[in-house]
């Protein structure tokens, strides 16, 4: 009888024992949660993100609330997934700054965005595409760089009434070839007499974009008679695979 109690004995104490690790476990794995939460808390222990809400589940950091700029939830996120211990954020920070109709959003960003890295040299080799649906931009088109392309995404994404930043921008790969074709090409369109004006506002110029030496030329020009003298001059250049020719020639304004 003392051999079978002994023996109960040992396995009520060996499964304890057991338990111990898993519960250990447990606890270790709820502190690590508060003490990621804590963490994500001082890094966004800002004015902009004091809507902001803060959860974590097994290193998930999920984050609610609102914020007045699309550019703060964009900050939010890239703060929070730096954070130790974070294997995952969902972000479900809604943008809940000044409302702007979708049209006058669109004609507001299309004028930041001409004048975009005015002074850089690579203003007429970036052509970017704006659409503005419920808040919601998209960008495409091509960027000469990197550069280009972060300081557009930038621009747009601290615009009050941006809710959501759809970015579908490509950036020209490097190429001595289309360096040369951009600088042949771009003395080439301005050399000529009747295009020259277009160079000397540098917020709209022709745009001038090269990829695997294929030219494509964008923008509003005055007249047909222009958009063929560009599209000479583009052909004219040596080693140039293809010119494709997306010029919009501008309309006349109603006479009243």
């Known amino acids: ?48 993100f004091q809507d902001v809400t ?26 929070t997934r730096r954070r130790k211990n974070v294997k995952a954020v969902d972000n479900e920070i809604e943008v809940a700054g000044s409302t702007v109709d979708d049209e006058t959003l669109r ?37 000469y760089g990197y550069p280009d392309k972060g300081s557009a995404l930038s621009l747009v994404a601290y615009y009050p009434g941006v809710k959501d930043v759809i970015d579908n921008i490509e950036v020209a790969p490097p190429s001595r070839m289309d360096d040369r074709i951009r600088i042949a090409a771009l ?5 000529a007499r009747q295009l020259n004006r277009y160079f000397l506002n540098p917020a709209k110029p022709i745009r001038i974009t090269v990829v695997n030496g294929t030219i494509t030329l964008s923008g509003v020009v005055d007249s047909e008679g222009d958009r063929t003298v560009a599209n000479l001059r583009a052909n004219s250049v040596p080693g140039v695979f293809k010119v494709v020719n997306n010029l919009q020639v501008q309309q006349a304004a109603p006479k009243k």
């Open 107 to 143: 004609v507001k960003l299309a004028d930041k965005l001409a004048y975009d890295r005015v002074g850089y040299g690579t203003t007429p080799f970036n052509a970017f595409t704006l659409e503005v649906q419920n808040g919601v931009v998209t960008l495409g088109g091509v960027a």
């Open 187 to 191: 003395r080439a369109i301005y050399g």
């Open 54 to 79: 803060v959860s974590s589940e097994n290193g998930v950091v999920t984050l609610s609330g609102t914020v007045a700029l699309y550019a703060d939830k964009q900050d939010a996120y890239n703060k």
């Open 1 to 48: 009888m003392m051999r079978v109690y002994r023996l109960l004995t040992f396995a009520v104490l060996t499964a304890g024992l057991m338990l111990i690790p898993a519960r250990a476990a447990q606890t270790s794995v709820g502190d690590q949660d508060a003490q990621i939460k804590a963490d994500v808390l001082r890094a966004l222990n800002n004015k902009q």
